[in-house]
């Protein structure tokens, strides 16, 4: 079955405890992006991938990093988690970037910083 | 910058009705639009797309309209059923080569049995 699997689903942890958020597609797809989501503000992008090793900036990018070192995953990783962080992450792929066709999203992964 | 705008209130309509919901977007041509479905708790998921060259487009009971001169798109879902209850996002690419996308808040739709 073709899916964006991403782990944990919920997590709370405290300020400063650097954490990862894992994201794999089993879709042999080329691009892939991170997703925040906030009530009233809808999504933002943080980071995108268009292949393995090219990676860039969205639009809210500070306090997060991302690696491309695979096809198929992309985990996103917050160094020193803040309580601004606390939000709904969505990561995402599509064949070849956006604009040739849909993008396809992982289930989302809840994160709480206290 | 590139803004989208989605009627942030909720749309409530009758079973069997159309519903139309609207995306409207300022300083930007995209060269497409594309619109999803959002169920509480889950990951959009994509319902069609459509490019600055055509004016319509339909799947089923979906049908898209994209006016490029208004910078408006409408979605609209014909004989609605109670299963269409979700948000429904618009989104659009940034600046060249589409690798950065925008998305609207979405607006929460309810179909009343």
């Known amino acids: 079955e073709a899916q964006v699997t991403q782990n944990p689903r919920y997590l709370i942890t405290v300020t400063g405890k650097k954490l990862t958020v894992t994201c794999s597609q089993n879709?042999?797809?080329?691009?892939m992006s991170w997703y925040r989501q906030d009530p009233g503000l809808g999504l933002r992008q943080i980071y995108y991938?268009?292949?393995?090793?090219?990676?860039d900036k969205g639009d809210v990018p500070e306090g997060y990093k991302v690696s491309r070192k695979e096809k198929r995953n992309f985990p996103l990783i917050l160094e020193s988690p803040s309580p601004n962080q606390t939000s709904l992450y969505f990561c995402a792929s599509s064949l070849a970037g956006v604009g040739t066709g849909e993008l396809f999203f992982g289930e989302g992964s809840r994160l709480t910083v206290l | 910058s590139q803004k989208i705008e989605q009627n942030s209130e909720a749309l409530n309509i009758q079973e069997g009705k159309t519903a139309t919901l609207t995306c409207n977007y300022t300083?930007?041509?995209?060269?497409?639009l594309q619109w999803y479905r959002q169920d509480p708790g889950r990951g959009p998921v994509f319902l069609l797309l459509i490019r600055e060259n055509e004016k319509e487009k339909r799947k089923e009971r979906l049908k898209v309209t994209f006016d490029t001169t208004l910078k408006q798109s409408l979605f609209h879902i014909t004989a609605s059923q109670p299963a269409d209850s979700a948000t429904y996002l618009c989104a659009l690419e940034e600046g060249t080569g589409g690798f950065k996308t925008i998305f609207g808040a979405g607006t929460r739709l309810f179909v009343k049995a």
């Open positions: 991938s268009m292949n393995v090793e090219v990676t």
């Open positions: 300083n930007y041509s995209p060269a497409y």
């Open positions: 879709m042999n797809h080329e691009y």
